[in-house]
């Protein structure tokens, strides 16, 4: 063989090699109690916890950031090896990605202040009321898509303030989200009043990730949920806020 050519052979099976061993990057936001910021800074949460696990019991390295959800989500689409939780799998998202999962339930609630008088047995209910969501997220497109008034935040804390303020009349948003964030900022007098839709959390990779390992993932996954796992995880989280 040339040796040119022996030399271009190496150095594409060293690049190829590298690829290989290059730690996945994770993508997160602030999502309690899915994914959020704990103690020590550390990126913690339900869904954190079973993707640490799933990557441990894989053998894959990895790191995780937490970004603002668009800025996740738009590098997850364009940066192969970047996979994004907690990801709501929906119909114009289903090809943008590889998917992983689920992880857990996410079941979306209608939020009121106390005050609130106005009675919502259905979603069809709120038609007529300002609705906030926050931009980017599944839930708000969902209401969007069946045009609904929704008034977009940046982020979804600020919806807690927008409803204490009359801004707007409703809060669309994940159950246990918005328990979390309700605990955050001390709104003992804002409820719930309807749940509208559930749906599933994934793990959402960059469509270059190989079905090998997507296979491989999933099984694992699985795995976990039959040995006790992924319920273990969640009842840590979740029994304190059904």
């Not at 964030?181 to 270059?208: D, G, I, K, M, Q």
């Amino acid at each position: 063989m040339p040796i040119r050519l022996y030399l271009a052979s190496l150095l594409l099976l060293c690049s190829q090699l590298g690829q290989a061993a290059a730690a996945l990057k994770l993508l997160t936001e602030d999502y309690p109690p899915f994914n959020m910021v704990g103690q020590g800074g550390h990126i913690s949460g339900l869904s954190t916890e079973i993707v640490q696990e799933l990557f441990h019991r894989a053998g894959v390295s990895y790191g995780i950031s937490l970004l603002p959800w668009i800025r996740a989500f738009n590098l997850t689409v364009l940066e192969a090896n970047t996979c994004l939780y907690s990801t709501t799998r929906t119909d114009s998202r289903e090809h943008q990605f590889k998917w992983i999962g689920p992880l857990v339930e996410n079941p979306w609630v209608l939020y009121a202040r106390a005050d609130n008088r106005h009675a919502i047995l259905a979603l069809e209910d709120a038609r007529p009321f300002k609705i906030g969501g926050y931009a980017g997220d599944a839930t708000s497109q969902f209401l969007i898509d069946r045009g609904f008034d929704v008034d977009l935040a940046n982020t979804d804390q600020l919806n807690v303030k927008k409803l204490l303020a009359g801004r707007i009349d409703f809060w669309a948003t994940g159950k246990y989200l918005g328990a979390s964030l309700l605990a955050r900022e001390n709104a003992s007098h804002v409820r719930p009043v309807l749940t509208f839709n559930t749906t599933l959390l994934y793990l959402a990779c960059n469509p270059a990730m190989p079905d090998s390992q997507v296979q491989q993932l999933n099984e694992l996954l699985r795995g976990m949920q039959r040995d006790g796992t992924l319920a273990r995880i969640n009842a840590k989280y979740l029994n304190q806020k059904d």
